[in-house]
């Protein structure tokens, strides 16, 4: 008797249909066309956002660097990222870091206007 009630149970078991199949991964695929996009865009904010940090953090440096040197006999016009690490002004020139090398006097100037 309980085997008929379980074979009874079980023929009354509805499976998954293709459709039911079929429109989920739909649905999982418009998820995904919206999502990639947004996430990608991020990224590139986050490093475009990353490179001009690892810029200015240079060029802050660049700018203590030609204040402690102002009152040299011949105070330097330019500095590379190079000496900035050498003298303890940076403690690693940035990976991202893509501005000028050698930072001069006047990329301080342009770039704080």
């Known amino acids: 008797m309980n085997r008929n009630l379980f074979r009874k149970q079980l023929s009354n078991q509805r499976g998954v249909t293709l459709i039911e199949l079929l429109a989920v991964i739909v649905i999982l695929g418009i998820i995904a066309a919206v999502a990639v996009p947004v996430v ?13 940090a690892d810029k200015a953090i240079v060029l802050d440096a660049a700018q203590r660097y030609f204040i402690q040197h102002s009152s040299d006999a011949n105070p330097p ?37």
């Open 40 to 52: 990608l865009n991020q990224i590139d904010t986050a490093k475009k956002n990353a490179g001009e």
């Open 77 to 113: 016009d330019s500095v590379a990222v190079s000496t900035l690490v050498s003298e303890g002004f940076l403690k690693e020139k940035p990976k991202g870091y893509t501005g000028p090398d050698p930072i001069t006097k006047d990329d301080l100037t342009t770039t704080t206007n």
